[in-house]
């Protein structure tokens, strides 16, 4: 079964109950780090880590371990795009092994609605491995969906003549002194350079995220972090779809205030968070019909 | 015990291998394992023995060495040609061939077992080898005389010393690659009356993979079950955290391969203090080999401007003018884009002249994105 959109208590309690209707005898949580899982104590449960699926030692112990009264708990696992990875792979034969197995995972996606079938591939065994998001197909697998309605509130800023100035000549240079660089690196520090124009805004009694803690703000988060405080403000987009899904994960937020500034490449970001929130939706209407 | 596969009629895929070993055991006089030290070959050499020792016939064990090897797989490959002497023909092979060198562009190719150099050898020569070529000197075949009489010519032409011979090969296609499956099954090899679809004509022999629907632990499990021994190299990899697709027993130099020098002195220090003294590059290999900048080609060195700039100058400082020639001859084929060039430069750097890291000859997908965001920002 896949769950999508439930909090970790409410992970915890769907395993200890799973664990008692079905003689389960022992518990494995795959789990990226900062989404591991507490499940109450009295069931024997092992963690791996993300990055332990693939390894060597881990892989050939679980492949022994794992039987028909072994519970497998994919956790927050849709890490990755591409749905023949070698971690998917591990993981679809550790699957392969145990009728219980049960799927968490906050967000449909990461960035396409494709992204989906990795999840349905882990709760159907891979049978339909080739194939895209369709209805019908979605019936072959039991999918428990409680959506997480994310708007975007765009807290406009203003910036001065000279930031524009420099926002300018800014962008002419990223472009030109380019060179081998990843071409992704000119919207990425193009979009560092509102940061300025946006501390006169920052509220010192609100928690706010950003790309890093360049400005040495008390109350400044970063998209890498394994908790946040509450609601956080952002304070400039990451270019990872991934980051921002972990954010609002983590964070459990569904109204995301953003200030964004008057410059181009605010804009862009904005855009492009907001089409990903419009993806978002069009998942969670697939997965209602 | 779990973790063998098997097909719909509850036939595992153990029993389907020994199925197949007794109908070549039925179907061929002469029956030859080649054997690597790997943990596929020590399968396929162990199935084959267990049936030539029920039969109370013989099979000939085949290992060509390439002298730069883990000495782990030479114990290896030792201990499979001792399980079952009395059923075993010893065909180890030690004679010279060249050998791709990738960690050096000054000695690209090793000369193994070269004449004159047995000081410098990593091993002295076994005395139950075979040292000389099996074959006449007027019918030797060599694929490519510029690179000259390498591995897989030694492997074809000693192959032709046999005629209605079955080459048994512990090759696996199952799990890992569904390309090679489809590569290996797509030439059936008629026996008897039967089409076998796990095997492939090799001029008058024929070369068969019996274990090749078997998956990585249907391998360990029958280790396991036998209680073989195994190259010890699996271990190392193993407590280091391998993934499971580069935990593998390979050759050491080979363009593919040079990674596995990085850990050698960890693994196997004394081999790895003999490959120094034999071969150049090792060192340099061992530092480098795992790093962006050097063999990977994924960081472009700082003091060139382009990948393009930094080709043309490994091009023009290639110590050999035969092979800068060669891969001048094959770039003039590719479009001259950095993302094109940057492959060439691994080409050069890894010294593959024989062209085995195929270059993805495409426009720079870089440009329409610059010009994305030029346009949008």
């Known amino acids: 079964m896949i769950a ?9 309690k769907r395993v200890s109950a799973y664990c008692a209707g079905n003689s389960i005898r022992k518990v494995f949580v795959f789990s990226p780090a900062k989404f591991r899982l507490s499940i109450p104590s009295g069931i024997d449960v092992e963690y791996i880590e993300w990055d332990e699926i693939i390894q060597y030692k881990f892989y050939y112990r679980i492949l022994q371990e794992v039987g028909k009264d072994t519970l497998l708990v994919v ?29 968490f995972q906050c967000f449909p996606l990461i960035d396409r609605v494709d992204d989906f079938m990795i999840l349905f591939d882990f709760d159907t065994r891979s049978r339909w491995k080739r194939e895209g998001v369709r209805a019908g197909l979605l019936k072959e697998c039991q999918v428990e969906c409680s959506p997480i309605d994310v708007s975007l509130r765009a807290i406009p800023v203003a910036t001065d003549g000279a930031t524009q100035d420099a926002y300018r000549k800014e962008k002419r240079k990223l472009i030109d002194g380019l060179g081998l660089k990843d071409p992704n690196t000119i919207p990425r520090n193009l979009h560092l350079l509102s940061g300025k124009a946006k501390l006169a805004h920052v509220d010192p009694g609100a928690h706010y995220v950003g790309r890093n803690n360049r400005f040495g703000l008390d109350n400044m988060r970063t998209y890498r972090d394994a908790g946040y405080p509450g609601a956080c ?23 995301v205030p953003a200030l964004v500034s008057d410059l181009k490449v605010d804009q862009w970001y904005l855009g492009r968070c907001q089409e990903w929130i419009g993806r978002l939706h069009e998942a969670y209407s697939v997965l209602r019909q | 015990m779990r973790l063998i596969q098997s097909y719909a009629s509850r036939q595992t895929v153990l029993e389907a291998a020994l199925g197949r070993m007794a109908f070549v055991f039925d179907n061929f006089e002469q029956i030859i394992v080649s054997v690597s030290g790997g943990k596929d070959s020590t399968v396929m050499a162990h199935l084959a023995l267990l049936e030539a020792k029920r039969r ?46 990738a960690t050096s562009v000054q000695d690209g190719q090793l000369v193994c077992w070269e004449a004159g150099k047995h000081k410098l050898w990593m091993r002295p020569k076994r005395e139950d080898s075979i040292k000389f070529r099996m074959w006449a000197e007027e019918a030797q075949t060599v694929r490519d005389k510029r690179k000259g009489f390498g591995f897989y010519d030694v492997i074809e032409n000693f192959e032709r010393c046999y005629s209605g011979a079955a080459f048994l090969v512990g090759l696996r296609a199952a799990g890992e690659s569904p390309n090679r499956w489809r590569a290996m099954v797509k030439n059936p090899v008629d026996v008897g009356e039967r089409k076998v679809y796990w095997g492939t004509k090799k001029g008058a022999n024929v070369a068969l993979y019996p274990i090749y629907d078997w998956n990585f632990h249907d391998v360990w499990r ?156």
């Open chain 1, 4 to 12: 999508l959109g439930l909090h970790d208590r409410a992970k915890g």
């Open chain 1, 75 to 103: 956790n927050e696992c849709l890490r990755l795009q591409n749905r023949y990875d070698l971690t998917y792979n591990c993981l679809r034969l550790f699957l392969n092994q145990t009728p219980h197995v049960l799927v």
């Open chain 1, 233 to 255: 403000t952002v304070f400039e987009f990451c270019h990872n779809f991934l980051d921002f899904s972990d954010f609002l994960s983590l964070s459990r937020q569904s109204e």
């Open chain 2, 56 to 101: 109370g016939r013989k099979v000939g064990i085949h290992f060509l060495d390439e002298e730069v090897c883990y000495q782990s797989s030479v114990d290896q490959v030792d201990y499979l040609m001792n399980l079952f002497p009395d059923n075993t023909t010893r065909i180890w092979l030690q004679m010279e061939f060249r050998l791709t060198n």
């Open chain 2, 222 to 377: 029958y280790i396991h079950d036998e209680g073989l021994r195994y190259s010890k190299v699996y271990d190392w990899q193993f407590r280091k955290g391998y993934p499971i697709n580069q935990m593998r027993v390979s050759s050491l130099i080979h363009e593919r391969a040079f990674k596995s020098i990085c850990d050698l002195p960890e693994f196997e220090p004394k081999t790895y203090n003999k490959l120094c003294k034999r071969i150049k590059g090792i060192a340099m290999a061992q530092e480098t080999g795992k790093t962006a900048k050097m063999f990977a080609c994924r960081k472009l060195p700082k003091n060139f401007r382009s990948w393009i700039a930094y080709r043309d100058f490994l091009l023009k400082t290639h110590p050999d003018q035969s092979r800068i020639r060669l891969f001048a001859e094959r770039f003039s084929r590719h479009l001259n884009n950095e993302y094109v060039a940057r492959q060439q430069c691994r080409q050069l750097i890894l010294n593959d002249y024989e062209n085995n890291l195929s270059v993805d000859n495409k426009p720079d997908p870089r440009d329409e994105l610059i010009r994305y965001y030029e346009e949008v920002l």
